[in-house]
């Protein structure tokens, strides 16, 4: 399933940015039921999970981020964000939204998020 992700970039630590991911071929009434997420990678480490959320809105966090970050879904625009917020230079990584559909899971291409002490 093709995903498009969004948003990234340059931030001074203690600052905030949002990234989006939308599943643009996904027809409406299949996205309702996919679980969506996001990781991140750093270099020379594996892809961890950062936040996730069910069909339902259930959200689950790395321990990293809560309070920090949130995870949400619009699903008539078949859209998942991530808002950061108070971003230390620890959150630098590439950022991946990953969706699960039933069994089978797809990951979006990663966007940079650097933040700067």
């Known amino acids: 399933f093709q995903l498009q992700a969004s948003g990234g970039g340059l931030v001074q630590a203690g600052g905030s940015l949002g990234l989006s991911c939308t599943a643009p071929?996904?027809?409406?009434?299949?996205?309702?039921?996919?679980?969506m997420a996001w990781y991140r990678q750093t270099p020379g480490n594996e892809r961890e999970l950062v936040a996730s959320i069910t069909p339902d809105g259930t959200t689950n966090y790395a321990d990293s981020v809560k309070g920090r970050f949130t995870i949400s879904r619009v699903n008539t625009k078949k859209t998942v964000s991530l808002q950061m917020n108070s971003l230390k230079p620890d959150d630098t990584a590439i950022y991946y939204c990953?969706?699960?559909?039933?069994?089978?899971?797809?990951w979006g291409q990663g966007t940079q998020v650097t933040v700067s002490s």
């Open positions: 071929g996904t027809i409406l009434s299949v996205f309702w039921s996919d679980v």
């Open positions: 990953w969706l699960k559909r039933g069994t089978t899971t797809s």
